[in-house]
């Protein structure tokens, strides 16, 4: 794995050289473990360009047994005398006293505080924006990257399966949430990718809803939205039944309406399409059925090391999908004091010739009547 951070850290050093930079600053967490092999809390890489000499700089000894906290044995590390001072300041000073001129930072992750007092110490170096120049290279995963987010969406398939198996009718979408989360890490995963969401009745469907004390009753629109963090790699997958009960007929419509939607959102994930059009696919059906005022701002978005990463899948995104990019298909539908139907899966887009788009998530997507 070492050489495979290293080629990372090629790329991103052969950018800086063209812009003019003598080094980069990095340090947003899912960058830094991107690019080092591991992102020890509050560790920053200092990547140098001329003379290729790489350091993690971290506030106290990396520790722990999560992937997160190994970075790669080929880079100098660099542990300050006090846990209490800044590793990009100090990297600066490092920098500064090596005679460099000018340093790339990511100006959309440091605070206002910290430019500044990298500019105290290092008065004479040239800062210049990095920008999401990392972000981009994370958009395409390598195979090995694509093997850990298999891994997460097996963990969390098999910890939403065994909930379906239990007795539901009485708990409250907080202590589900919690089993969920617990199972999540029984199964082999680090935690949760993002907050759990179960949502019951008329809290169904909604889109960020945070679990109540609401119990779960007859007849009740159940949906449940989790995802598993494995070695950093985060999945995505959503689901709603109907409790203890055949669906009422709306009910059906409903989530036939927002199948099909979800249906025609993957269909769409084949290399070359516009973000823009995979959003629209999924959008559509919604839209003739009448429910557009309400819908989402986005159909999807990319997962990877953060659970919300590039690319957007929005109306007004900008670009086109490669193969090998991991992206959620999400529509939702709320009916608000009735509930409603949300459908997520994590996907990575492949090319016709190779199947087409594989799906990572498995669970049945069938209207179950739990």
């Given at each position: 794995m070492s050489e495979v951070y290293a080629v990372r850290r090629g790329r991103l050093r052969d950018r800086c050289a063209a812009a003019g930079s003598d080094a980069a600053l990095v340090s947003l967490p899912a960058n830094v473990r991107y690019l080092a092999g591991g992102a020890p809390p509050g560790a920053v890489l200092l990547l140098g360009v001329a003379d290729h000499r790489d350091v993690l700089l971290?506030?106290?000894?990396?520790?722990?047994?999560?992937?997160?906290?190994?970075?790669?044995?080929?880079?100098?590390?660099?542990?300050?005398?006090?846990?209490?001072?800044?590793?990009?300041?100090?990297?600066a000073g490092l920098l500064d006293a090596s005679g460099a001129r000018a340093l790339a930072v990511e100006e959309h992750h440091l605070t206002v505080a910290r430019h500044r007092a990298i500019g105290?110490?290092?008065p004479r170096l040239l800062l210049s924006d990095l920008g999401c120049a990392v972000e981009q290279e994370r958009t395409v995963k390598d195979e090995g990257e694509i093997s850990q987010l298999r891994i997460a969406a097996e963990i969390s398939d098999q910890a939403l399966g065994e909930l379906l198996e239990s007795i539901l009718v009485g708990r409250t979408e907080r202590h589900l949430a919690l089993e969920l989360e617990r199972r999540l890490v029984d199964h082999g995963a680090d935690g949760p990718a993002f907050r759990t969401s179960v949502a019951t009745g008329p809290n169904a469907g909604r889109a960020g809803h945070r679990p109540s004390d609401r119990r779960v009753e007859e007849g009740d629109f159940l949906s449940v939205r989790l995802g598993a963090n494995y070695h950093g790699y985060r999945c995505e997958i959503g689901r709603t039944?109907?409790?203890?009960?055949?669906?009422?007929?709306?009910?059906?419509?409903?989530?036939?309406?927002?199948?099909?939607?979800?249906?025609?959102?993957?269909?769409?994930?084949?290399?070359?399409?516009?973000?823009?059009?995979?959003?629209?696919?999924?959008?559509?059906?919604?839209?003739?059925?009448?429910?557009?005022?309400?819908?989402?701002?986005?159909?999807?978005?990319?997962?990877g090391l953060e659970i919300d990463e590039d690319p957007q899948l929005a109306p007004a995104a900008m670009g086109k999908l490669d193969a090998?990019?991991?992206v959620t298909v999400e529509p939702g539908v709320?009916?608000?004091?009735?509930?409603?139907?949300?459908?997520?899966?994590?996907?990575v887009v492949r090319p016709e010739a190779d199947g087409g788009p594989e799906l990572l998530t498995i669970?049945?997507?069938?209207l179950l009547a739990l």
């Open positions: 971290c506030p106290r000894t990396p520790g722990g047994a999560t992937a997160e906290s190994r970075p790669d044995e080929r880079l100098r590390l660099n542990v300050l005398p006090t846990a209490a001072g800044d590793p990009a300041v100090a990297a105290s110490v290092a039944f109907v409790i203890g009960t055949s669906p009422a007929d709306w009910q059906i419509e409903l989530y036939d309406l927002v199948f099909a939607a979800q249906r025609a959102g993957r269909e769409a994930l084949t290399p070359g399409t516009a973000y823009r059009d995979v959003d629209r696919a999924a959008r559509q059906p919604l839209e003739s059925a009448g429910y557009g005022e309400g819908l989402a701002a986005r159909t999807g978005h990319g997962v090998c990019v991991p709320h009916l608000p004091g009735r509930g409603g139907v949300r459908i997520d899966d994590t996907l669970t049945t997507k069938e």
